[in-house]
Protein backbone atom coordinates (compact mmCIF):
# COMPACT_ATOMS: atom_id res chain seq x y z
CA UNK A 1 0.00 0.00 0.00
CA UNK A 2 1.41 3.40 -0.76
CA UNK A 3 2.62 5.54 1.81
CA UNK A 4 -0.24 8.24 2.72
CA UNK A 5 1.41 11.57 2.83
CA UNK A 6 -0.29 15.03 3.98
CA UNK A 7 1.12 18.20 3.35
CA UNK A 8 0.35 21.20 6.11
CA UNK A 9 1.12 24.82 4.76
CA UNK A 10 0.97 27.49 7.63
CA UNK A 11 1.08 31.01 7.56
CA UNK A 12 0.32 33.33 10.78
CA UNK A 13 -1.58 36.86 10.90
CA UNK A 14 -0.45 38.81 13.72
CA UNK A 15 2.06 38.46 16.39
CA UNK A 16 3.68 37.54 20.24
CA UNK A 17 3.70 41.62 21.21
CA UNK A 18 1.41 43.38 23.46
CA UNK A 19 -2.32 43.83 22.34
CA UNK A 20 -3.05 46.83 19.45
CA UNK A 21 -6.33 47.75 18.90
CA UNK A 22 -5.32 48.17 14.99
CA UNK A 23 -4.38 44.17 15.00
CA UNK A 24 -6.57 42.58 17.82
CA UNK A 25 -6.22 38.95 16.31
CA UNK A 26 -3.50 35.94 16.31
CA UNK A 27 -4.39 33.72 13.65
CA UNK A 28 -2.37 30.68 12.23
CA UNK A 29 -4.07 29.46 9.32
CA UNK A 30 -3.49 25.63 7.86
CA UNK A 31 -3.56 24.36 4.35
CA UNK A 32 -4.06 20.61 4.32
CA UNK A 33 -3.02 18.64 1.31
CA UNK A 34 -3.22 15.31 0.11
CA UNK A 35 0.24 14.01 -1.54
CA UNK A 36 -2.05 11.73 -3.79
CA UNK A 37 -3.86 14.11 -5.18
CA UNK A 38 -1.76 15.86 -8.36
CA UNK A 39 -1.74 19.49 -8.48
CA UNK A 40 1.09 19.87 -10.81
CA UNK A 41 -1.30 21.14 -14.14
CA UNK A 42 -2.71 24.00 -11.48
CA UNK A 43 0.71 25.35 -10.70
CA UNK A 44 2.12 25.39 -13.77
CA UNK A 45 -1.13 26.92 -15.17
CA UNK A 46 -0.67 29.72 -12.35
CA UNK A 47 3.01 30.73 -12.65
CA UNK A 48 2.36 30.92 -17.18
CA UNK A 49 -0.58 33.08 -15.46
CA UNK A 50 1.77 35.13 -13.26
CA UNK A 51 4.55 35.70 -16.09
CA UNK A 52 2.36 36.53 -18.86
CA UNK A 53 1.02 39.64 -16.22
CA UNK A 54 4.32 40.89 -15.41
CA UNK A 55 4.91 38.67 -12.08
CA UNK A 56 7.42 35.90 -12.98
CA UNK A 57 8.81 33.86 -9.71
CA UNK A 58 6.81 35.99 -7.77
CA UNK A 59 5.25 35.21 -4.40
CA UNK A 60 2.34 36.64 -3.73
CA UNK A 61 1.56 38.45 -0.23
CA UNK A 62 -2.14 38.98 0.05
CA UNK A 63 -2.44 41.80 2.99
CA UNK A 64 0.14 44.33 1.50
CA UNK A 65 -1.64 42.96 -2.14
CA UNK A 66 -4.88 44.26 -0.83
CA UNK A 67 -3.49 47.24 1.26
CA UNK A 68 -1.43 48.60 -1.45
CA UNK A 69 2.26 48.16 0.68
CA UNK A 70 5.68 46.88 0.40
CA UNK A 71 5.94 46.16 -3.43
CA UNK A 72 2.83 46.47 -4.75
CA UNK A 73 2.60 50.47 -3.03
CA UNK A 74 3.28 51.67 -7.19
CA UNK A 75 0.85 49.07 -8.72
CA UNK A 76 -2.51 50.33 -9.93
CA UNK A 77 -5.72 49.08 -8.87
CA UNK A 78 -6.75 46.76 -11.75
CA UNK A 79 -3.04 45.24 -11.72
CA UNK A 80 -3.53 44.21 -7.95
CA UNK A 81 -6.93 42.83 -8.32
CA UNK A 82 -5.33 40.69 -11.54
CA UNK A 83 -2.87 39.42 -9.35
CA UNK A 84 -5.32 38.64 -6.46
CA UNK A 85 -7.91 36.91 -8.53
CA UNK A 86 -4.93 34.73 -10.08
CA UNK A 87 -4.11 33.54 -6.60
CA UNK A 88 -7.70 33.34 -5.25
CA UNK A 89 -9.12 30.93 -8.67
CA UNK A 90 -5.85 28.94 -8.37
CA UNK A 91 -6.93 28.29 -4.23
CA UNK A 92 -10.45 27.59 -5.38
CA UNK A 93 -9.95 25.40 -7.62
CA UNK A 94 -7.70 23.22 -6.19
CA UNK A 95 -8.73 19.92 -3.94
CA UNK A 96 -7.33 20.98 -0.25
CA UNK A 97 -9.03 21.90 3.25
CA UNK A 98 -7.42 24.39 5.47
CA UNK A 99 -7.84 25.13 9.49
CA UNK A 100 -7.82 28.92 11.23
CA UNK A 101 -6.91 28.90 14.83
CA UNK A 102 -8.39 32.33 15.90
CA UNK A 103 -6.96 34.05 19.06
CA UNK A 104 -8.20 37.40 20.41
CA UNK A 105 -4.99 39.05 21.48
CA UNK A 106 -7.33 41.22 24.34
CA UNK A 107 -8.03 38.19 26.13
CA UNK A 108 -4.40 37.53 26.55
CA UNK A 109 -2.40 39.73 28.85
CA UNK A 110 0.59 38.57 28.83
CA UNK A 111 2.81 36.51 26.19
CA UNK A 112 2.63 33.46 28.40
CA UNK A 113 -0.93 33.50 28.17
CA UNK A 114 -0.95 33.87 24.49
CA UNK A 115 1.13 31.57 24.04
CA UNK A 116 -1.24 28.96 25.91
CA UNK A 117 -4.06 30.10 23.91
CA UNK A 118 -2.47 29.60 20.52
CA UNK A 119 -1.30 25.89 21.81
CA UNK A 120 -4.71 25.03 23.21
CA UNK A 121 -6.18 26.45 19.89
CA UNK A 122 -3.66 24.65 17.50
CA UNK A 123 -4.33 21.04 19.23
CA UNK A 124 -7.98 21.39 19.73
CA UNK A 125 -8.05 21.52 15.86
CA UNK A 126 -6.16 18.40 15.30
CA UNK A 127 -7.75 16.66 17.84
CA UNK A 128 -11.46 17.66 16.52
CA UNK A 129 -10.36 16.39 13.07
CA UNK A 130 -8.77 13.27 14.57
CA UNK A 131 -10.28 11.15 12.06
CA UNK A 132 -8.89 12.95 8.97
CA UNK A 133 -5.53 13.08 10.45
CA UNK A 134 -5.48 9.04 11.17
CA UNK A 135 -6.07 8.91 7.41
CA UNK A 136 -2.29 9.51 6.86
CA UNK A 137 1.05 7.40 7.69
CA UNK A 138 3.18 10.93 7.57
CA UNK A 139 3.13 14.46 8.01
CA UNK A 140 5.27 17.22 6.77
CA UNK A 141 4.85 20.64 7.85
CA UNK A 142 5.58 23.58 5.21
CA UNK A 143 6.48 26.70 7.41
CA UNK A 144 8.95 29.80 6.65
CA UNK A 145 9.93 29.67 10.67
CA UNK A 146 9.03 33.26 10.48
CA UNK A 147 8.35 33.56 14.38
CA UNK A 148 10.13 31.12 16.04
CA UNK A 149 7.40 31.25 18.93
CA UNK A 150 5.29 29.88 16.89
CA UNK A 151 7.72 27.34 15.33
CA UNK A 152 8.12 25.93 18.45
CA UNK A 153 4.55 25.32 19.71
CA UNK A 154 4.07 23.70 16.07
CA UNK A 155 6.67 21.69 17.00
CA UNK A 156 5.58 21.03 20.54
CA UNK A 157 2.08 20.33 19.87
CA UNK A 158 2.31 17.87 16.53
CA UNK A 159 5.19 15.79 17.86
CA UNK A 160 2.90 15.16 21.24
CA UNK A 161 -0.15 14.01 19.08
CA UNK A 162 1.65 12.64 16.16
CA UNK A 163 4.72 10.01 15.88
CA UNK A 164 5.52 10.81 12.21
CA UNK A 165 5.81 14.52 11.07
CA UNK A 166 8.70 16.20 9.70
CA UNK A 167 8.99 19.83 9.51
CA UNK A 168 10.31 21.64 6.71
CA UNK A 169 11.70 25.43 6.22
CA UNK A 170 9.57 27.11 3.03
CA UNK A 171 10.56 30.04 1.10
CA UNK A 172 7.28 31.38 -0.19
CA UNK A 173 8.01 31.92 -3.85
CA UNK A 174 9.16 28.06 -3.95
CA UNK A 175 5.53 27.01 -2.95
CA UNK A 176 2.39 27.89 -4.57
CA UNK A 177 0.56 26.15 -1.60
CA UNK A 178 1.89 28.38 1.07
CA UNK A 179 0.89 31.41 -0.71
CA UNK A 180 -2.45 30.10 -0.71
CA UNK A 181 -2.21 29.62 3.22
CA UNK A 182 -1.09 33.16 3.42
CA UNK A 183 -4.26 33.89 1.13
CA UNK A 184 -6.59 31.64 3.67
CA UNK A 185 -4.95 33.55 6.47
CA UNK A 186 -5.82 37.18 4.92
CA UNK A 187 -9.60 36.04 4.19
CA UNK A 188 -9.77 35.02 7.34
CA UNK A 189 -8.76 38.11 9.63
CA UNK A 190 -11.10 40.28 6.98
CA UNK A 191 -14.06 37.77 7.75
CA UNK A 192 -13.76 38.90 11.81
CA UNK A 193 -13.27 42.69 10.75
CA UNK A 194 -16.17 41.62 8.02
CA UNK A 195 -18.34 41.09 11.04
CA UNK A 196 -17.36 44.23 13.02
CA UNK A 197 -17.92 46.25 10.04
CA UNK A 198 -14.43 47.17 10.80
CA UNK A 199 -12.55 47.00 7.06
CA UNK A 200 -9.96 49.70 6.13
CA UNK A 201 -10.37 52.39 3.61
CA UNK A 202 -8.20 49.73 1.21
CA UNK A 203 -9.67 46.81 1.83
CA UNK A 204 -13.18 48.72 1.64
CA UNK A 205 -12.02 49.90 -1.80
CA UNK A 206 -10.80 46.52 -3.07
CA UNK A 207 -13.81 44.47 -2.52
CA UNK A 208 -16.29 47.42 -3.03
CA UNK A 209 -18.05 46.45 0.37
CA UNK A 210 -18.30 43.44 3.27
CA UNK A 211 -20.63 42.34 0.85
CA UNK A 212 -19.10 41.83 -1.98
CA UNK A 213 -16.44 40.21 0.18
CA UNK A 214 -18.27 37.93 1.71
CA UNK A 215 -20.63 36.74 -1.48
CA UNK A 216 -17.56 36.11 -4.09
CA UNK A 217 -15.14 35.21 -2.34
CA UNK A 218 -15.17 34.54 1.68
CA UNK A 219 -18.14 31.81 0.99
CA UNK A 220 -16.57 30.20 -1.84
CA UNK A 221 -13.24 29.78 0.48
CA UNK A 222 -15.36 28.41 3.32
CA UNK A 223 -16.02 25.24 0.93
CA UNK A 224 -12.62 24.40 1.99
CA UNK A 225 -12.93 24.65 5.37
CA UNK A 226 -12.62 21.35 7.21
Not at 17 to 39: K, S, T
Not at 40 to 63: F, V
Not at 141 to 148: C, E, F, L, S
Request: hydrophobic letters at 40%; charged letters at 25%; aromatic letters at 12%.
Amino acid sequence: MAERILSVFIDESGDFGPYDFHAPFYLVAMVLHNQAVDISKNIDDLESHLTNIGYKQHAIHTGPLIRRESVYANDLMEERKRLFNALFNFARKLDFRYVCAKIRKDECPDVITLTARISKAIAGILKDHQNFWEQFNRIIIYYDNGQIELTKILTSVFNTLYAHVEFRKVKPVDYKLFQAADLICTMELLAEKAESNSFSKSEQEFFCSVRDFKKNYLKLLLKKHL
